[in-house]
């Protein structure tokens, strides 16, 4: 297997503008996170699926944050608009979601000006 | 809630140095633990896990960790470390919500 694949690896835009980060998760996983990671915050949990249904999205910054996942192979995080406080790697992680083990993406820096 | 607990936020060893770094999280029952590795630039892998059995769990690149559910720790240790094994070291337990409760991260830097 591929592993979790991630989209883009590197995003620099501008304030204002709409990022959109995209995920594959690991096929026959049944849960995917999305992560974000600073060095001021460190490692947050943003939002979590399990079999497509998002469960847990209490760690969405706020209402500019907005996830999907449309099926069981793909999800978007997107944020509209992008402030230069966003900037930070966001991995993308898939499961099952009984074991707790994760597989992380190798992530999307994300630079906003 | 369950929480996790690492001590020390920076270690600094020398290579060939033998590490031990803490884990402790906050409430028992049946526990899945993990240790997770984070290189210079990359993102987590797992090192090792603990669902079951014996409480001495060996991962990779030589890391091991000892599971004492009396003391609620999942200690990380490696008998030499390596330059390579500079990196950022996170402890993680599995909660009843099937979420991964994170330990704030132990930044290792061996000077070799």
């Known amino acids: 297997d591929a592993g979790v694949i991630q989209s883009p690896r590197h995003e620099v835009t501008e304030m204002g503008q709409e990022v959109t980060l995209r995920c594959k998760p690991i096929?026959?996983?049944?849960?995917l996170f999305w992560y974000r990671q600073t060095m001021m915050r460190g490692l947050e949990l943003l939002i979590y699926f399990n079999n497509n249904v998002p469960i847990d999205d209490s760690g969405m910054p706020e209402d500019r944050f907005s996830a999907k996942m449309p099926n069981a192979s793909f999800s978007t995080l997107k944020i509209q608009p992008s402030e230069p406080r966003d900037s930070a790697v966001y991995f993308c992680a898939s499961s099952f979601l009984q074991t707790g083990e994760l597989f992380f993406g190798e992530g999307s820096r994300l630079t906003v000006l | 809630a369950q929480s996790v607990s690492q001590h020390n936020h920076h270690v600094i060893l020398s290579e060939a140095a033998s590490l031990e770094l803490g884990c402790n999280y906050s409430y028992g029952g049946t526990v899945n633990l993990f240790w997770y590795v984070q290189y210079p630039g990359q993102h987590l892998q797992l090192l090792l896990k603990?669902?079951?059995?014996d409480p001495l769990v060996k991962g990779i690149k030589g890391f091991e960790a000892e599971f004492i559910k009396s003391k609620f720790s999942f200690n990380l240790r490696k008998p030499s470390v390596q330059w390579s094994d500079t990196a950022e070291y996170f402890c993680?337990?599995?909660?009843?919500?099937?979420?991964?409760?994170w330990g704030a991260g132990t930044k290792l830097i061996i000077k070799p």
């Open positions: 603990y669902f079951s059995g």
């Open positions: 993680a337990v599995k909660d009843s919500n099937y979420q991964l409760i």
């Open positions: 096929s026959g996983h049944n849960s």
